[in-house]
């Protein structure tokens, strides 16, 4: 049974850092690509950062330099810290994991893992 869990989520002033971490069970982290995502109330969900099997990772434009992406593979975990957090952060973050890290949402959305989501308030 494939089970990922979102933790790390809060209200947080502008400027702020905050960590969210993803527990992964049921499958091999090193097995597919990991991803994290957001989605605001009326707003589509869009993809924030990935990390593929070899770790190489990809951002989103508008956030590169301000998040970062990690796992680690004997923990299970994919991690993502945010820093300089602004209101426009403010969503519904979650934790996916799919085949291909180059796969379009909505790919991830119907065929992808995922988490339960956890609140980020900036």
């Known amino acids: 049974h494939v089970q990922l869990v979102e933790s790390g989520g809060g209200s947080v002033q502008a400027g702020g850092s905050l960590r969210l971490s993803c527990s992964v069970s049921?499958?091999?982290?090193?097995?597919?690509?990991m991803g994290w995502f957001r989605q605001s109330p009326g707003k589509e969900r869009e993809e924030v950062a990935t990390?593929?099997?070899?770790?190489?990772?990809h951002y989103t434009d508008l956030l590169k330099g301000r998040f970062i992406i990690s796992k680690t593979d004997a923990m299970s975990t994919v991690n993502l810290e945010m820093n300089n957090l602004r209101p426009e952060d403010t969503a519904t973050y979650y934790c996916?994991?799919?085949?291909?890290?180059?796969?379009?949402?909505?790919?991830?959305?119907?065929?992808?893992?995922w988490g339960q989501g956890t609140q980020v308030t900036v």
């Open positions: 049921g499958y091999d982290l090193a097995s597919y690509c």
């Open positions: 996916a994991a799919f085949s291909d890290c180059a796969a379009p949402v909505h790919m991830w959305t119907e065929f992808g893992y």
């Open positions: 990390i593929d099997t070899d770790g190489g990772t």
